[in-house]
């Protein structure tokens, strides 16, 4: 059974549907700004507050059970109560949120407000992307799969560097950066209720609380691969999360707002090469070569910790990066192979459990470790984890079965955060 809502014949596809479409990319991007909000204050927080690693790490945690949640129980919910009910919730979710981060005084109102933040962007790119492709424009055919599938890492992207910004030029360095994504969420809403309904309300909305995961005979072969490259690679978006605005302190002896969003913002923005790079290769011959990518960048990562070198930082952040891009788009373009589209959305969850346990557990070990162990050590733990993942997927990566007939489009398979068919 496909997890399909009827879609609403607009006949009108000028003005409104154009109003809906840029709502829809505009609340996408500024729910996951709001979700990468928080990264340049967690110095902040440990100066003043006296948070841990640990703590903060708990808050990563937080943020990717909410995610999961938000994902596996909550993302079908559009295709039952609606796309503008479902993406107001949503960004409603997010504005309670960054509120609730407004008053940041000790660690449980933090993971609160992390947990929340992470349920509603959860269920927000799972209905905002639904939106974004029942509302995008015929021409260009791809500005679909680019808008739903990019705007989350523009948001990520922006939401560091405004926030580093904020923090570390604004006024009201703890507040300010948290009123400002309340704001375009806010605006974001009002665009989104003044835009129209594209898919039908149907039944069967408590049933689609039931998660479901399940991966296709034909791939199932694939899956151990790809389940190193998504684990390995999402654990090293948490690691940059929890501990590197630590490390840049520590090690780099730079306590700057700004860098920290700019250094997270590096390692985000390169795996958009991805897709066009792994995409020259076969699916197994491209996982290799991004994971060997990825190593290269954390060879290069250890390295600049050592010899304490901000530059050579970056630079090997700009590496692992694009490796990650590469790796997981092919993974994911592997596991799609020959898929229908009643197989996507199963494929799909599958993909993000992994992705977001990935993000969670090796978060919560690391959190725990770090009241005993050095930053640099667990940092060299995050490198042991990436090289045993990358000998793992040379030694085994596969391609999927040749001879089937392939009935989706491959052209930009990336893992979205949130497919439409969620």
Partial sequence: MQDLAPVINLTRRGTTLQLAFSAAVVALVASFAASAAPIPLFNTYRAEDGF??????????????GTIAGLLVLGRLSHHLGRRPTAIISLSLLLLGCLLLLNVHDIGTL??????????????????????????????????SVASSQGPMLGLTLGAIASGALVQFGPWPRHLIYLACAGFLALSAVLVVISPETAKPTPGAWQSLLPRVRVPARVRNL???????????????????????????????????LTLGLVFAVYMAPSVLGAPIGGRFTSAAAQRIGMVVFLAGWIGIITAIAIGTLALFVAATVIAGTGQGIAISSATRGLLHGSTLADRAPIFSAVYLLCYSGAAFPSLVSGQLSNALSLPRITLGYAVFALVATLFCVLAARDPHTGTRITTNL???RPRPFDRTH
């Fill in 111 to 144: 993971l609160s407000g992390r947990l929340l933040m992470g349920i509603g962007t959860g269920v927000a790119g799972s209905s905002l992307t639904s939106y974004i492709v029942d509302t995008a424009p015929s021409r260009p055919e791809w500005l679909a």
């Fill in 411 to 413: 052209a930009d398979s």
């Fill in 223 to 257: 899956l151990p691969v790809a389940a190193a490259v998504f684990l390995a690679t999402w654990a090293t978006g948490a690691f940059y999360q929890a501990f590197m605005p630590a490390l840049v302190a520590d090690r780099f002896h730079t306590r700057s707002a």
């Fill in 52 to 65: 841990t690693n640990a703590g903060i790490s708990l808050a990563i945690v937080s943020n990717a059970v």
